[in-house]
């Protein structure tokens, strides 16, 4: 019985050794064994369900076509659940079959109804394009399934508004392209049945706090047209999704969260990179000053990237059909080079079994890649989290996961990902030189016995809801009543663009003044994408999107492409574009910045005698000043060059707080000292940051100082990187008792002796992790948490 009507392809060829044999040569192949911690996740028998009386037997017969004889129990109830009219979240593990849960009633409706239409939103296109492919092979006459999306030819656009019935898009094709164009879609909006949220969890953050918007539009535009469409969610296993949900879409959602499919057993092992030399581990000395996040540094353990490799290149000459997830799109090129060279050097050839994928391709070099992996023709592949949702991997073996993604939802979606056809799995989680992987990798509790995290989005978030509610005025002019639709700070919101002059009141309600539309990011990465091209060929080589731009693009950087090195030699930011050149250099870069901060306002605050914690708005500058050019085999330092790029500013949210000097030297910490204690802890706090709330280190920034102006006391600020705030901060003052004790049971825990990427120094600091004390900042912590409230 299958749990999911999506077609099988096998990955590869025949099986490899099973998963417990396989670890146990893995572990064999070096000095000493990296393996910290091995959990058996147990297999699990399926509970079937009836199919529903109100499935037409054809649809019944298409379904069992495709080898699905019947429904798992909970795909059963969401199907009731939204049949009967009620908006539903299926929040299940991964391959439980969310899918079955509102295909059936939304294709039933279909099949009852030749009128009614049905909107599918993914997140990426590899999943919308991977549920066209189902929904396609069930050959259900009328349905007219298609897909409508930046990659659809302009010559089909016409005839999927016209005719199709089940339209797959993402939410940024709903942003820019339905919306806008209500008028030409009116007829599939009118006769609108369901709206399908795939894998919703994703939708977190500042992209899902505009998302959330961007579904209320789409209730506004309906509900013109007299539809009122049933919202029908499905998620990876989430903490409480109902709240969620109902944040995202703005309605009663009822969450069905009991997993009835059968899942296949798995091994999932926790593997710490042994240490390196320590004569491996200078660096050079950074004059000490207030620091703000954002570099790579030179590992004290082995690299998490090349021990993924090595594992890559070992599970792939064992025959396993393997999927590495890395972190970056840099790191995903890395892995897969070093895999490929390591094969060919065993077995010349076998290295092009091995390949990349990430976002940034071009989309003909996507659908090759998936092609070749759904076919077999690769049996490796190091992938960034663009695989994590999409194409319905069967018959993989083996996943790597080269640094914790961030959250344990994103974690057991990628683990989820091997033994998807029912057979026995491997997942191994390499943990990276990084507070957070270094604590879950001897706590495995924190992973295996905690619950997954609850979603983080912010509606009511001004530099969201604002530009959000000029999208609106463009489609139709806003009424008091859209208002309440829109939800908190709303009319605020509106007055302020009434006083900017973008929106203008009558009687009848308030009118967009201007010609062109609004910009609008969605998924809040700092602008336009920068467009890659090869300067002696014309040739577009990928993508960057802007707010990366800066730290991946700059002049000098070198710039990772399917295996291939280039230079960077000009950034145009005003035309989008850097130029390139192919170069093989030995050594690689890396960015660093200088940040500065103001408090804007205080939101709420606890005073606790010597320790105050805050909540509230700062303004954050942040310039991008220089870069450094490391040696790749040593990681020696070889020079620092001048970069002369615009400062960017940040108006967010941040949680921080400050000490009173007395209490830091009653606790043993000198005034020479302070810098460095508060630096380490706070690089410690962000990395332990994602343990409370659902976002990485990369989502937040930090600044320490002894004395900062504005609160003229020694100072930690936390903050979320994205404009208005993404709920981060707010979640991490809410916890803020057990994420800072989680910090400092990190620091204590680590086994170095003066600090070490394991615990207070951080790849992101653009101050080379210089000044850092980590005596120090167990010190700070202690004072803290010995005056704030549990």
């Not at 109100?54 to 199907?79: D, I, K, M, N």
């Not at 599918?120 to 092979?137: E, I, M």
């Not at 004059?287 to 570099?295: S, Y």
């Not at 008091?480 to 700070?489: E, S």
């Amino acid at each position: 019985m299958e749990s999911s009507p999506a077609a099988t392809v096998s990955a590869g060829p025949g099986p490899g050794p099973a998963p417990a044999d396989l670890l146990r040569r893995l572990r064999a192949r070096g000095a000493g064994d990296p393996v910290t911690h091995v959990e058996r996740v147990p297999a699990r028998a399926g509970v079937p369900a009836p199919w529903p009386s109100w499935a037409s037997e054809e649809l019944r017969a298409a379904f069992t076509g495709r080898g699905v004889t019947a429904p798992w129990q909970h795909q059963a109830e969401a199907a009731n659940l939204a049949y009967e009219g009620q908006h539903v979240i299926v929040a299940t593990g991964t391959a439980s079959g969310k899918s079955l849960a509102y295909q059936l009633p939304a294709l039933a409706t279909l099949l009852a109804d030749p009128r009614a239409t049905v909107l599918y939103l993914a997140p990426t296109k590899a999943l919308a394009a991977d549920q066209l492919r189902a929904v396609a092979a069930l050959e259900l006459e009328g349905v007219r399934p298609s897909c409508y999306d930046g990659d659809t030819p302009r010559a089909e656009r016409e005839w999927i508004r016209r005719h199709s019935r089940f339209v797959l898009t993402n939410p940024d094709m709903l942003h820019h392209g339905i919306l806008p164009g209500h008028a030409q879609w009116s007829g599939f909006l009118r006769r609108l049945a369901y709206v399908v949220i795939d894998e919703c969890h994703t939708y977190r953050g500042v992209f899902g706090s505009h998302v959330a918007h961007v579904l209320r539009r789409l209730r506004r535009q309906c509900a013109r047209f007299g539809a009122t469409p049933v919202f029908v969610l499905a998620s990876a296993t989430s903490g409480d999704p109902a709240t969620a949900a109902g944040r995202l879409t703005g309605l009663p959602v009822t969450a069905v969260t009991e997993d009835a499919s059968p899942r296949g057993g798995v091994t999932f092992a926790l593997w710490e990179p042994p240490l390196l030399p320590s004569d491996t581990n200078s660096s050079s000395p950074v004059p000490p000053q207030a620091t703000g996040e954002h570099d790579d540094l030179r590992q004290v353990r082995r690299s998490a990237l090349r021990e993924t490799a090595d594992l890559l290149a070992d599970t792939v000459a064992e025959g396993v059909r393997t999927l590495a997830f890395v972190r970056s799109r840099k790191g995903a090129e890395v892995v897969a080079a070093n895999a490929r060279r390591s094969l060919d050097d065993a077995v010349p050839g076998l290295g092009d079994r091995v390949a990349a994928y990430r976002g940034g391709y071009l989309r003909e070099e996507r659908r090759e890649l998936e092609r070749a992996l759904l076919h077999g023709d690769l049996l490796g592949l190091a992938s960034t989290n663009a695989l994590e949702l999409g194409v319905d991997l069967v018959g993989l073996d083996a996943v790597l996961i080269c640094g914790y993604p961030g959250t344990r939802a994103s974690l057991w979606q990628q683990a989820g990902r091997a033994g998807r056809s029912g057979q026995e799995a491997l997942a191994v989680l390499v943990a990276r030189d990084d507070p957070l992987d270094t604590y879950l990798v001897h706590h495995p509790e924190a992973i295996f016995g905690a619950p997954v995290e609850a979603t983080v989005l912010d509606p009511a978030n001004p530099y969201v809801l604002a530009p959000q509610l000029a999208c609106a005025a463009v489609e139709a002019p806003l009424t008091p009543a859209d208002l309440v639709l829109f939800g908190d700070g709303a009319k605020e919101a509106v007055d302020q663009l009434v006083a900017a002059g973008a929106l203008r009141q009558r009687p009848t309600g308030w009118y967009w003044r201007h010609r062109e539309r609004p910009e609008v990011d969605l998924r809040g990465e700092g602008g336009a994408p920068v467009c890659v091209v090869e300067s002696s060929t014309g040739r577009l080589l990928g993508t960057v999107d802007g707010g990366s731009s800066h730290f991946l693009l700059h002049p000098g950087a070198v710039y990772l492409h399917q295996g291939v090195s280039y230079v960077v030699d000009d950034l145009d930011l005003a035309d989008g574009c850097a130029l390139v050149h192919a170069e093989e250099p030995d050594w690689s870069t890396h960015a660093r910045d200088v940040t500065d901060l103001s408090v804007v306002s205080v939101r709420s605050y606890v005073d606790a005698g010597p320790v105050g914690m805050f909540l509230g708005e700062v303004d954050v500058t942040s310039q991008v000043v220089s870069y450094q050019r490391r040696r790749i085999a040593t990681g020696e330092v070889i020079d620092t060059r001048p970069l002369d790029l615009p400062t960017r500013e940040l108006r967010t949210v941040a949680v921080w707080f400050t000490l009173s000097p007395q209490s830091l030297t009653l606790a043993g910490v000198q005034p020479a000292d302070v810098p460095g204690a508060l630096h380490a802890a706070e690089h410690a706090a962000i990395g332990l940051l994602p343990l409370m709330a659902t976002c990485d280190r990369w989502d937040i920034g930090g600044l320490s100082t002894a004395v900062h102006p504005d609160t003229e006391a020694p100072t930690v600020f936390v903050y979320d990187g994205h404009p208005g705030g993404a709920g981060f901060a707010e979640r991490a003052y809410g916890t803020a008792s057990a994420w800072l004790r989680a910090t400092r049971d990190a620091i204590v825990e680590c086994g170095c002796e003066t600090g070490c990427p394991s615990c207070v120094q951080s790849p992101k600091c653009g101050n080379g992790n210089n000044p850092l004390s980590k005596p120090d900042a167990i010190r700070v912590l202690d004072v803290v948490l010995a005056n704030l409230p549990q």
